[in-house]
């Protein structure tokens, strides 16, 4: 969310409509301004703001002078309370999302690894694939760190399903040969060394990747 927005983009994007405004009237002062800057957040972002730093000041601003309230109300926002868990439901309601699921989890990551991962990798751009795919389905992003664990598992299954194919092209007796690569050898003893001195165990592999 940015937090420098001109005079015009404040009316395009923080302007209250006369269905959201119809949302507000029975609430108390700090309820009605929490519950419509959470609105138009949501509106902008596709996601709820996960804390109060979040919300830019000029717009926080211009939403409390469409109601006519003072923008210190907010203060009293019970920003951890159970009014602002039924605002988010009735937020969700009102815009047509729902919350993430079990199910959505299995169906991003069957989506990541068949339609993304093959010429993505990036985590950073990850992330924002994500949260783009929860808007076009209708769904309230899960939270960064869940989002991170769900990328870290997908490009895992990705990697793995990857490395699995190109085994199985693999002749039988060239895997064998790459197998026997990873088994541990000793180390031929130098003319300088006594056999009392342990030998050094390693595979083929790693003396592969040694230094000439």
């Not at 029975?26 to 730093?53: C, H, M, S, Y």
């Not at 050898?185 to 050094?200: F, G, K, N, Q, Y």
Request: proline share 7%; net charge negative.
């Amino acid at each position: 969310m940015q937090h420098h927005w001109t005079d015009g983009e404040l009316t395009v994007h923080w302007s209250l409509t006369a269905e959201e405004l119809a949302l507000l009237p029975d609430r108390v002062d700090a309820n009605r301004l929490g519950f419509a800057i959470q609105l138009k957040f949501f509106d902008i972002e596709g996601r709820f703001p996960r804390t109060p730093r979040e919300i830019p000041t000029v717009a926080l601003y211009f939403v409390a002078e469409q109601l006519g309230l003072s923008p210190f109300v907010f203060q009293q926002y019970a920003w951890r309370g159970r009014a602002r868990k039924q605002h988010r439901a009735e937020i969700r309601t009102f815009v047509g999302f729902r919350s993430f699921t079990a199910a959505d989890t299995s169906t991003l990551d069957t989506w990541l690894r068949q339609a993304v991962l093959p010429s993505e990798q990036n985590t950073h751009h990850l992330q924002e694939v994500v949260l783009d795919w929860c808007r076009d389905q209708r769904i309230e992003p899960p939270t960064p760190q869940r989002i991170e664990r769900l990328i870290r598992s997908a490009l895992h299954r990705h990697e793995s399903a990857f490395f699995d194919a190109i085994t199985q092209q693999l002749p039988p007796s060239t895997r064998v040969h790459f197998d026997s690569w990873l088994e541990p050898v000793e180390r031929e003893l130098s003319s300088d060394e006594t056999s009392d001195e342990p030998a050094i165990v390693a595979t083929v592999f790693s003396q592969l990747k040694t230094d000439p």
